[in-house]
């Protein structure tokens, strides 16, 4: 089982920049496609972005396109979320995971295995 614990959230005002990261540990990170998911009380956790383990494809929700950037780095097995020109609506607790599905990643959290404890990002406007 691979072990995850993400850092790097906390309070930006509005139109600003954090980057979170998601240290791995446990199975090999390297053949793990990565997602970020995202959840705000009273509503159903989201997905973010995903990065495919073989060619570090990225995948985003429509509702980051252009603000978020996913990537990766398997030699420090470390996956990390840049968030720019953060909105209102961006705050939540932050997820990180780990899936060994086949094929492309998935933006269904069912298809994840393992978790990280999330990091809060609050933003204020």
């Known amino acids: 089982q691979v072990q995850l614990v993400e850092s790097g959230g906390g309070l930006v005002q509005a139109g600003g920049s954090l980057r979170l990261s998601c240290a791995a540990s446990g199975r090999t990170f390297s053949t793990s496609h990565m997602g970020w998911f995202r959840r705000v009380p009273g509503k159903e956790r989201e997905f973010v972005a995903a990065i495919s383990w073989l060619h570090a494809t990225t995948y985003y929700a429509d509702s980051v396109k252009g603000r978020f950037t996913i990537s990766r780095d398997n030699a420090k097995n470390t996956v990390y979320l840049q968030m720019n020109n953060l909105k209102p609506e961006d705050m939540a607790v932050y997820y990180c995971?780990?899936?060994?599905?086949?094929?492309?990643?998935?933006?269904?959290?069912?298809?994840?295995?393992?978790w990280g404890q999330g990091t809060q990002v609050t933003i204020s406007s």
């Open positions: 995971a780990a899936s060994r599905a086949l094929g492309s990643p998935s933006t269904l959290e069912g298809l994840y295995d393992a």
